[in-house]
């Protein structure tokens, strides 16, 4: 099985422009997601997929890999399939969020390693316990899964709302990081955005309205996501400890 890292890195960023060339630690931000999937031990290659020459020259002056795409995506997913079609010969994508520099390795481990065990499964994900403070943010994506661990939904909006709260009641955050087997990533691309999509602003809620199924694997990862010049400073202050 051929495995290929993808770290979409789009330059222009409302919160926070020029997001994937922000310092953390004196070093570009796209720099500290690079390393960190290259010490994953299962995929073949890593690249970054950016629409910006200057993300394209960084990751290329620290001696990585990236590839230019168009501009013109709506979304990730159509950016990761444009990278997919250049490497047919691949069996499964991991796409790494290009602000996610505390991803640890055996994430992207697992997430691969899901496709071995299970010879028929399309997609993966990931999901963490969810903070309390955190429970009617919109911004927390929530999941929730069956018995074996398939996704159910995926909403802004708290779940399971508590009616009857036991003591084992939980709420999990969705980890933004996703793998697919390449063919079904362009056969996802092709479709067209489908209503709860639409309506939640969340893009993997088309392969459940179109009957497809997303395997959602446990973590106890809780980095931050680097949104804006607050998440910013959070991380750097980490990493400099």
């Known amino acids: 099985m051929k495995v290929l890292c993808v770290i979409p890195a789009r330059y222009a960023s409302t919160r926070l422009p020029g997001k994937p060339l922000a310092l953390i630690a004196g070093k570009p931000m796209i720099q500290h997601v690079y390393m960190k999937a290259c010490e994953a031990k299962l995929p073949d290659d890593v690249i970054v997929a950016t629409d910006n020459e200057k993300v394209f020259e960084t990751v290329h002056g620290f001696g990585g890999r990236a590839i230019m795409t168009s501009p013109d995506h709506p979304s990730g997913t159509d950016r990761l399939a444009e ?18 520099p505390m991803i640890p390795p055996e994430i992207i481990d697992r997430l691969a390693k899901a496709f071995e065990a299970e010879s ?4 993966a994900t990931m999901k963490v316990l969810m903070r ?5 943010n919109p911004a927390a994506v929530k999941v929730v899964t069956d018995n074996n661990g398939y996704a159910l939904y995926f909403s802004r909006s708290l779940m399971p709302y508590p009616r009857n709260k036991t003591e084992h009641y939980k709420v999990y955050k969705h980890v933004g990081i996703y793998a697919y087997r390449r063919d079904f990533l362009l056969q996802y691309a092709a479709l067209a955005p489908t209503e709860l999509e639409k309506t939640e ?3 993997q809620l088309r392969v459940l309205e ?12 809780q980095g931050i996501g680097v949104d804006t010049p607050e998440d910013l400073a959070a991380v750097n ?3 400099s400890k």
């Open 120 to 123: 028929d499964l399309k997609m």
């Open 237 to 239: 202050e980490l990493l």
């Open 210 to 221: 179109n009957g497809y199924k997303i395997k959602v694997l446990e973590s106890d990862f």
């Open 83 to 100: 990278v997919a079609l250049n490497f047919p010969d691949v069996d499964v994508i991991v796409n790494v969020q290009g602000d996610e």
């Open 132 to 136: 309390e403070e955190d429970y009617n």
């Open 201 to 203: 602003s969340l893009e």
